[in-house]
Structures are given as structure tokens and as C-alpha cells.
């Protein structure tokens, strides 16, 4: 069974470093095909994708954050971790992990979402 | 403003058939067969229900279709029922930049 949760603050201050967690289990990052994404949704808002690592540790990031988002993998942890730098008040979200198909980019199995709130 | 356009909302009886159209451009829908749909209930996580525009993982209903014409995908829910009731996102590979997402689509079974 796949599962994956995510882990990280509930608040950060405006201009601060983000760092969220994704703990997986029921796969391993290092199998060929395998990819991990995180993906986030405003409150009342659309999903978002914003980052993808693959099992050969290459990472793809969304054009418009790209300067701002590392995303990293920890196969011996079953981790993968983002951060985001110079939080901003429209970076409060709902942050998820999701296991991602390697041809398609589908999102197969989502975990249940970290609320973060950028405020000072 | 979404890179895939949905309807905001869409409506329907119990026992009827809906369907939301997701319409992107030649560098995502019509560009590939990578469009999936997810179903979000409130306050709880998305679910793939559908993908490569046409596939049904595991475990989801018969109910839910994918299709898909030119640059324009499609869902269809037959045989509504009250649990249907949620948000609907479809999401496509691009070429430009990864993945892309529809604005949603708000179901109501009335």
C-alpha cells in the first residue's frame, strides 16, 4: 500500500525559507519510474504544480517558481523534501506530495496535505 | 488564471449524466494523451479518478469516463449520485512547463 504524508510549520513569516517533508511508504524513489511531485492549492483555490523528482534524482520545477523551489530526495530516509525561499503571504497554501507516474505525470496517490499560512 | 480552462460549475439530478470539459492548447491537451482528473471532496485531498485521458485506476467506478477531441478533454459521470458531489480538476502534461492544472469544476447533484 502507497501512502505518503506530508510535514512541515503551520507558519512561517513573510520572506523566511519554507521547508516542507514528504515521508513515503510502499515504494522506493530509487526504482526506476518512480517520481515523487509536490503540488499546492491556495484556500478556495486551484492545484498547482510546483515540483518533480525522479528516481535518477533529476528534479523539474514550474517555470514561474523556479528560482525559488529545491526539491531533494532521501532514498535511504523515504523522504523527499521542497523548499521554498522568500515566503510570501500568496505562498499560504495547502502543500501536497503526491507519487507521480514517470511518462505521463500523473498523480497516483496523493498525501493528505500540510496547511501553511505566511503571515507575520 | 488557469492554463486549462474548465467550467466553474456544473449541475445535475441523481441518476443523470454530466460532463466537464477541460480545454488547453496544442502544448498540453492537444499536444499529448497525458490529461488525468481528479476528484476533491471538501477538506480532503484530491483523488486521480481518471488518466491518460481515458484510463480508470483501480478501484474507481465504471461512472466516470475520460475523453478526449482536439484540444478539448472531457468527463463524464453517468448515473449521478449524491457522493459525486465535489470539485473536479483535470491536469495535463506540458511541454513548456511540467504539468498544468483546470481552474475546477464545482459538481452539485440537486
Known amino acids: 500500500q502507497v501512502t505518503l504524508r506530508e510535514s512541515g510549520p503551520a507558519l512561517v513569516k513573510p520572506t523566511q525559507t519554507l521547508t516542507l517533508t514528504c515521508t513515503f511508504s510502499?515504494?522506493?524513489?530509487?526504482?526506476?519510474?518512480?517520481?515523487v511531485s509536490w503540488i499546492r492549492q491556495p484556500p478556495g483555490k486551484a492545484l498547482e504544480w510546483l515540483a518533480l523528482?525522479?528516481?535518477?534524482?533529476?528534479?523539474y520545477y514550474t517555470r514561474s517558481l523556479k528560482t525559488r523551489l529545491i526539491i531533494s530526495g532521501d532514498t535511504s530516509k523515504n523522504q523527499v523534501v521542497l523548499t521554498m525561499t522568500n515566503m510570501d503571504p500568496m505562498d499560504t497554501a495547502t502543500y501536497y506530495c503526491?507519487?507521480?507516474?514517470?511518462?505521463?505525470?500523473?498523480?497516483?496517490?496523493w498525501g493528505q496535505g500540510t496547511l501553511v499560512t505566511v503571515s507575520s | 488564471q488557469s492554463a486549462l480552462t474548465q467550467p466553474a460549475s456544473v449541475s445535475g439530478s441523481p441518476g443523470q449524466s454530466i460532463t466537464i470539459s477541460c480545454t488547453g492548447t496544442?502544448?498540453?491537451?492537444?499536444?499529448?494523451?497525458?490529461v488525468s482528473w481528479y476528484q476533491q471532496h471538501p477538506g480532503k485531498a484530491p483523488k486521480l479518478i481518471i488518466y491518460?485521458?481515458?484510463n480508470r485506476p483501480s478501484g474507481v467506478s465504471y461512472r466516470f469516463s475520460g475523453s478526449k477531441s482536439g484540444y478539448t478533454a472531457s468527463l463524464t459521470i453517468s448515473g449521478l449520485q449524491a457522493e459525486d458531489e465535489a470539485d473536479y480538476y483535470c491536469?495535463?502534461?506540458?511541454?513548456?512547463?511540467?504539468?498544468?492544472f483546470g481552474g475546477g469544476t464545482k459538481l452539485t447533484v440537486v
Open positions: 510502499g515504494f522506493s524513489l530509487s526504482t526506476s519510474g518512480m517520481c
Open positions: 491536469s495535463s502534461y506540458t511541454s513548456n512547463t511540467g504539468v498544468v
Open positions: 496544442s502544448s498540453d491537451v492537444g499536444g499529448n494523451d497525458s
Open positions: 523528482i525522479d528516481w535518477d534524482a533529476d528534479t
Open positions: 491518460d485521458v481515458s
Open positions: 503526491a507519487r507521480t507516474d514517470s511518462n505521463t505525470w500523473f498523480f497516483s496517490t
